[in-house]
């Protein structure tokens, strides 16, 4: 591992890093994740005890946004491939359009013709 992003893991788990961003912690695993927010969870406890600094409390909790914002896209992500290609997916990973283009036609289903009008 590049001794940078051991650096960060070890800042972020400690402590020491005034805020966590969700790039730094895009790649992460689920586990790491967890231990992240456990920490900072830990961490706005402390904070909330004494009542002081209430600077790095709001840094805190934008912070342990940021780690349900990655752990909430990387959820999604996962079901986005694992539906890829399905027939049916939920509805929350279906195109969002409007109510008309949902409903119209395929281009395949334009292109069928059915015998009657053939006929004409």
């Known amino acids: 591992m590049h001794i940078g992003k051991v650096w960060t893991t ?3 788990l400690f ?12 790649g992460k695993s689920p586990n790491d ?19 002081k600094d209430s600077n790095k409390i709001e840094n805190i909790r934008e912070s342990i946004a940021h780690v349900h914002i ?3 896209q990387t959820i999604k ?7 890829h290609g399905e027939k049916y997916k939920p509805k929350d990973l279906r195109r969002k359009q ?5 409903r119209s036609l395929t281009p395949k289903e334009e292109s ?9």
Do not use: P, W
């Open 10 to 12: 070890l800042c972020i």
């Open 112 to 120: 069928i013709s059915l015998a009657k009008t053939q006929k004409k």
């Open 33 to 51: 994740l967890d231990i992240i927010l456990k920490n900072l969870h830990e961490e706005l406890n402390s904070l909330n005890i004494g009542r």
């Open 70 to 72: 990655v752990q909430n």
């Open 15 to 26: 402590g020491l890093m005034a805020q966590v961003t969700c790039c730094q912690i895009r």
């Open 98 to 102: 409007t109510r008309a283009m949902r």
């Open 77 to 83: 992500e996962n079901l986005r491939e694992f539906y």
